[in-house]
């Protein structure tokens, strides 16, 4: 779907309805012209953005507050379709956090993670993903790219090269060196 453009918010909302009966997810993308030579959209900023930082196609009724709107429900709906839809269960913010931790298991190719109620209930769990965060957030922000394995890691394994790697990283040293396939990473400022 491509959104903040000829068609309103509120058709691309019943859009939206009609990928919910169907069962699917939504792929979706805001719009802008491409001879536009700037784009300052910040998805982080959750109260808006001023007027002018980047393009919205008022003249359908577009608007900052629809545009965050929009793509926010689209995110909801699409955590539904994935997490509990064929469960028969309706969407929980619980998910948002679920589909992040899966996101960082995916990082480390560790497969799925354990269930939610799981991980919630575990202060290792939860000091383990913390950590497998701050990791994953140094490659992004530093745009590199992950070649981390752990398929096939004991728990106690996990621990131990996280631990190496975020020592790493809290050293500040300006390299990375390779190290029986696993990546140790310096310079990260937390």
Known sequence: MIY???ISYEDMI???KLCENWGVQIADCR???LDL???NYNSNLRHGQAIGS???HDKSGWTDKKVRDFR???????IWIRYAKDNGRPYDRKMEKWSDIHSTFKFFKMGRPPQYEIIESSLKWKERIQIMNKVKRYFKIN???STFDFSGFSIKRIDEELKIILNDLNNNAD???KNNGIIRVSALLF
Do not use: A, G, T
């Open 72 to 78: 926010s429900i689209v995110r909801r709906h699409n």
């Open 37 to 39: 030579d700037y784009d």
């Open 4 to 6: 903040n453009f000829d």
């Open 54 to 56: 980047y393009y919205i």
């Open 14 to 16: 019943r859009k939206i």
């Open 175 to 177: 390299h990375c060196k």
């Open 143 to 145: 745009s590199v790219l």
């Open 31 to 33: 719009y802008r012209p």
